[in-house]
């Protein structure tokens, strides 16, 4: 199943060299958690994020000096766009703009008066960067928490584009919208309203997830069913964890759904059984920690599989696979076996096998 090909039509904006939405590929960001005044912190841990995949990385703005780090972040060539996170202030949101933030990232609804919401679309719209709305279940306000009794996912839908109309008051539509909660049927539930509500990027998460075990499946059954749908342009998966982890974690739930035009390959192993003739967890393992050399001409799927009585057969609708035999790997080729490989030489075959594929080839079959 294609799901970019079920994507629901949203308008197409840009963050700095990225684009969120339209025909955009659904992105993923993270959010550093070094001290926002530390300049050297924050530039090794954005560049972390970037090596690890992020394409967008968010970060706080507590005060004026953090703003200096966004600006001097913004003159050292920085590799990811940067959105400038602002509670509560306009002026703040304001000096982000100026300083080349490409994105601010704010709840209009707790930034004041009209005039000051008025101010900070005034700003960005100077600078050519759009706003990202963020609403939360934490955050929802008192408004549409006594309409509602409950941050649930109507009110927070509500909220959401409440704070959307306050700026299209001012002319300002280079908007994104976030609905997080850390219930994942509820913010499930509230994109899906407001998905069907307006034509704006969707920003994906759920907040609060937790460690990384606990926290990257709920975020994959959160994010993974709206994708899932056609909902969503942009995510983040949030852990008690390195932003590093969470990078790696969306770009996992997107190579899931077959979304991450990134990954070169689709590994398919099996769960192992009394039949499994190699230790196949290492293999996998070590097989995973060399994905960064492989360079298909296409992407492929590749199976590992840990024995030959049903390996080529369960997994005959992937490109290349090894089956395990008694200290060897059965090579082979969608389901038809090529050769045999030494049980220690298996991992790098495979990878050679990979980068050199070629559809119409029989050349090494024998
Ligand atoms: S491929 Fe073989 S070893 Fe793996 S689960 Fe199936 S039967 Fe067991």
Same mark, same amino acid.
């Given at each position: 199943m294609d799901y970019n090909a079920i994507r629901r039509k949203s308008r197409k904006i840009r963050v700095g060299k990225i684009f969120v939405g339209g025909d955009a590929p659904v992105t993923v960001q993270s959010m550093t958690n070094t001290d926002p005044c530390d300049f050297e912190a924050m530039r090794r841990q954005i560049e972390e994020a970037a090596a690890a995949g992020c394409d967008i990385i968010r970060l706080a703005i507590p005060d004026r000096e953090a703003v200096g780090t966004l600006y001097r972040l913004k003159e050292s060539g920085i590799s990811l766009p940067l959105v400038a996170d602002i509670h509560f202030s306009a002026s703040l949101a304001i000096l982000a703009a100026e300083a080349g933030a490409d994105k601010i990232r704010i709840n209009p609804g707790n930034i004041g008066e009209p005039d000051r919401v008025k101010a900070v679309a005034d700003a960005c719209r100077k600078a050519g960067i759009p706003i990202r709305v963020g609403v939360n279940s934490g955050s929802l306000d008192k408004k549409q928490l006594a309409l509602? &009794?409950?941050?649930?996912a109507e009110a927070l839908a509500a909220s959401a584009l409440e704070n959307v109309a306050l700026l299209e008051r001012y002319d300002f539509e280079d908007i994104v919208v976030a609905i997080k909660s850390s219930d994942v049927g509820r913010m499930a539930e509230a994109n899906r309203i407001v998905a069907e509500a307006c034509d704006y990027p969707l920003h994906l998460g759920v907040t609060?997830? &937790?460690?990384?075990q606990i926290g990257s499946v709920k975020s994959a059954v959160g994010i993974g069913s709206l994708l899932l749908s056609g909902i969503g342009d942009t995510l983040r998966v949030s852990l008690t964890a390195d932003p590093v982890r969470e990078v790696e974690k969306g770009r996992a739930i997107l190579a899931a759904l077959g979304m991450? @035009? @990134?990954?070169s390959v689709e590994l398919v192993s099996c769960p192992t059984c009394g039949r499994t003739k190699v230790d196949l967890i290492p293999l996998v393992e070590a097989f995973e920690a060399r994905t960064n050399e492989l360079h298909p001409v296409r992407r492929l799927k590749v199976a590992i599989m840990g024995c030959a009585v049903n390996g080529p057969g369960e997994a005959r609708d992937a490109d290349l696979g090894i089956a395990g035999g008694v200290g060897e790997g059965l090579l082979f080729r969608r389901g038809r076996i090529i050769r045999k490989i030494p049980e220690d030489r298996i991992v790098d075959t495979l990878i050679d096998e990979i980068n050199n594929f070629r559809d119409d080839e029989s050349a090494g079959d024998e």
């Open positions: 509602y &009794g409950a941050p649930t609060e997830a &937790g460690s990384e991450d @035009r @990134r990954a």
